[in-house]
């Protein structure tokens, strides 16, 4: 009786350690993803870097994913803005998980190529179409741009040079930041699916 005394203590102990650490390590996980990471590597390169330029096409048989995504709030006005990065970011796993042969991983070193969203609201005045959404101040203008990134070529001092297979950005998306972001990622993963699905019909 204290051998199965002992057995359920320690199997309860376990227990509540796996439901502690689960939570904390999903959320290093998220917070990995949407931090934005020191520029310069291939899967987030600074706006001066040398980039390559390739085809959506390279992906066709690539899985995995490193998803990176950013909101800058840099309006002038007082109003909190109802977006965080990690709207967005939830929003771009959603369009993500939409298509069952991906799969999304925590860093990327184990990624085939990286999606980077990046998200700013900023004060615009003058003439511009008007926000759809209500939750957006008038004055407010969501800007989206997403690249999606294989590591290129190997450079003498040891860096990976980035090589950009899609890109697309938009200055006044006119609806909330993580709507914007997920309806252009979406689009990228409807032509890349598109190409998937041709290239399978070739091979058989």
Same mark, same amino acid.
């Given at each position: &009786?204290?051998?199965?005394?002992?057995?359920?203590?320690?199997?309860?102990?376990? /227990?509540?350690? $796996?439901?502690?650490?689960?939570?904390?390590?999903?959320?290093?996980?998220? &917070? /990995?993803?949407?931090?934005?990471?020191?520029?310069?590597?291939?899967?987030?390169?600074?706006?001066? #870097?040398?980039?390559?330029? $390739?085809?959506?096409?390279?992906?066709?048989?690539?899985?995995?994913?490193?998803?990176?995504?950013?909101?800058?709030?840099?309006?002038? *006005?007082?109003?909190?803005?109802?977006?965080?990065?990690? #709207?967005?970011?939830?929003?771009?796993? #959603?369009?993500?998980?939409?298509?069952? #042969?991906?799969?999304?991983?925590?860093?990327?070193?184990?990624? =085939?190529?990286?999606?980077?969203?990046?998200?700013?609201?900023?004060?615009?005045? $003058? =003439?511009?179409?008007?926000?759809?959404?209500?939750?957006?101040?008038?004055?407010?203008?969501?800007?989206?741009?997403?690249?999606?990134?294989?590591?290129?070529?190997?450079?003498?001092? $040891?860096? *990976?040079?980035?090589?950009?297979?899609?890109?697309?950005?938009?200055?006044?998306?006119?609806?909330?930041?993580?709507?914007?972001?997920?309806?252009?990622?979406?689009?990228?993963?409807?032509?890349?699916?598109?190409?998937?699905?041709?290239?399978?019909?070739?091979?058989?």
């Amino acid at each position: &009786m204290r051998t199965n005394r002992t057995c359920q203590v320690r199997r309860s102990s376990w /227990a509540v350690r $796996g439901a502690v650490l689960l939570p904390l390590v999903f959320a290093c996980s998220m &917070m /990995a993803q949407t931090d934005v990471f020191e520029s310069g590597r291939w899967w987030n390169p600074a706006a001066d #870097d040398v980039r390559e330029r $390739g085809k959506v096409s390279e992906l066709v048989s690539r899985k995995k994913i490193y998803v990176l995504t950013s909101f800058t709030d840099s309006r002038t *006005i007082s109003e909190p803005s109802p977006t965080h990065t990690g #709207d967005v970011h939830r929003l771009v796993l #959603d369009a993500i998980a939409m298509h069952k #042969d991906f799969q999304v991983v925590p860093v990327p070193t184990q990624a =085939d190529f990286a999606i980077r969203v990046r998200t700013t609201a900023t004060t615009e005045s $003058g =003439d511009r179409p008007p926000n759809f959404s209500l939750a957006l101040d008038p004055s407010t203008a969501i800007a989206v741009e997403v690249m999606v990134l294989i590591p290129g070529s190997k450079q003498p001092d $040891g860096s *990976i040079r980035p090589r950009v297979v899609w890109e697309s950005s938009v200055v006044n998306a006119q609806v909330e930041a993580q709507s914007a972001a997920r309806s252009t990622v979406d689009g990228f993963l409807w032509e890349l699916s598109r190409l998937k699905k041709k290239a399978a019909a070739k091979s058989r």
